[in-house]
Nanobody
Framework: QVQLVEYGGGLVQAGGSMRLSCVASGLTFSDYAMAWFRQAPGKAREFVAAITWHGGVTDYANSVKGRFTISRDNAKNTAYLQANTLKPMDTAVYYC?????????????????WGQGTQVTVST
């Protein structure tokens, strides 16, 4: 049974930083591209960042480029999202997702496995 569990959400002031972790089990982690999405109240789930199975290629939404960094540790079955210079617009539930693919999908429907999400709230 595949399970993705996110950690690290919470409340942070604007301009601050936060690191999210996604621990995977029940799959061969190094076979999977990993991604982070987010969903704010009343809005559609949107792509944030993705990383290939080997970690050599990454992709980011324009809204987070230069502020967020996605990474992974295949030995620990864990993906990370380092979020810096946070803004109130970054407030959302953040989800990690996994897909067994060599490319970097950016649409939610392209990912098979999902975590339960972790709330990130950025205050002014």
């Amino acid at each position: 049974q595949v399970q993705l569990v996110e950690y690290g959400g919470g409340l942070v002031q604007a301009g601050g930083s936060m690191r999210l972790s996604c621990v995977a089990s029940g799959l061969t982690f190094s076979d999977y591209a990993m991604a982070w999405f987010r969903q704010a109240p009343g809005k559609a789930r949107e792509f944030v960042a993705a990383i290939t199975w080997h970690g050599g290629v990454t992709d980011y939404a324009n809204s987070v480029k230069g502020r967020f960094t996605i990474s992974r540790d295949n030995a620990k079955n864990t993906a990370y999202l380092q979020a810096n210079t946070l803004k109130p617009m970054d407030t959302a539930v953040y989800y990690c997702a996994a897909e067994r693919t060599l490319v970097l999908p950016t649409l939610p429907r392209q990912y098979t496995y999902w975590g339960q999400g972790t709330q990130v709230t950025v205050s002014t």
